[in-house]
């Protein structure tokens, strides 16, 4: 039987401000934007690319804002991935290489972080 994750909450303040940064800068694709009722608003982002979406919204999660620790992308290049996130207004770190891959790394305007990972060449 096969277990896939598809769906990570990410804790935020500013749920059109964050959804702003996840599309417009880092170039999630908006799947869902949804007002269920006054207490629960659903958005659903996903990585290009990715089975795995992350939400986001009122009445999600009880985690706190920012509180979302080392959520991690696999890229083909980070590089190119870094530059892009770059020109996009986004502060990304500089590239940091290790045996186990190549990672760039930069965090939500609340505070959530994140690290691109280039896997080594097999």
Partial sequence: MDWKLELVPVPVSD???AKTFYVEKVGFHADHD???HEGLRF???TPPGSACSIVMGTGITEMAPGSQRGLQIVVD???LARRELIAHGVDASDVDVQPWGSFVTFA???GN???LQQLPAR
Wanted: aromatic share 6%.
């Fill in 113 to 115: 972080t994140w690290a």
């Fill in 43 to 45: 958005v659903q982002l």
């Fill in 15 to 17: 749920v059109d401000g």
């Fill in 108 to 110: 939500d305007p609340d």
């Fill in 34 to 36: 949804h007002q269920v």
């Fill in 77 to 79: 290049d980070v590089a």
